[in-house]
């Protein structure tokens, strides 16, 4: 499975982006997905996840009420809609595909992953 992620680029603090992950994976709408980002040293955070049914999700406590995750099964992409950004969002930000077991589950950590993609830098300005 390839993952492509574009997206990113800069906003100033209270602006939006919206990333997508684009998958190469006929069995797509069988993955669950995730997004991760790492900040310049810190470790990589799970920002979003959702489960290959699309039913669940997942976001980090600092995300909550601001990021949104969605999947588009058809075009075999996964969204990340960030509102209302902050300073403290600036990282760059990976997508990660894994087969799901069942339908409804979510993975939040990275070695849960198995595929991952090239990341897409997000910078926030104050």
């Known amino acids: 499975v390839q993952l492509q992620a574009s997206g990113g680029g800069l906003v100033q603090a209270g602006g939006s982006l919206r990333l997508s992950c684009a998958a190469s994976?006929?069995?797509?709408?069988?993955?669950?997905m995730g997004w991760f980002r790492q900040a310049p040293g810190k470790e990589r955070e799970c920002t979003a996840a959702?489960?290959?049914?699309?039913?669940?999700?997942y976001y980090a406590d600092s995300v909550k009420g601001r990021f949104t995750i969605t999947r588009g099964d058809a075009k075999n992409t996964v969204y990340l809609q960030m509102n209302s950004l902050k300073p403290e969002d600036t990282a760059v930000y990976f997508c990660?595909?894994?087969?799901?077991?069942?339908?409804?589950?979510?993975?939040?950590?990275?070695?849960?992953?198995?595929?991952w993609g090239q990341g897409t830098l997000v910078t926030v300005s104050s």
């Open positions: 990660a595909a894994r087969s799901g077991v069942l339908s409804g589950t979510l993975y939040n950590t990275g070695g849960e992953y198995t595929y």
């Open positions: 994976a006929a069995t797509f709408r069988r993955y669950a």
């Open positions: 959702i489960s290959w049914s699309g039913g669940n999700a």
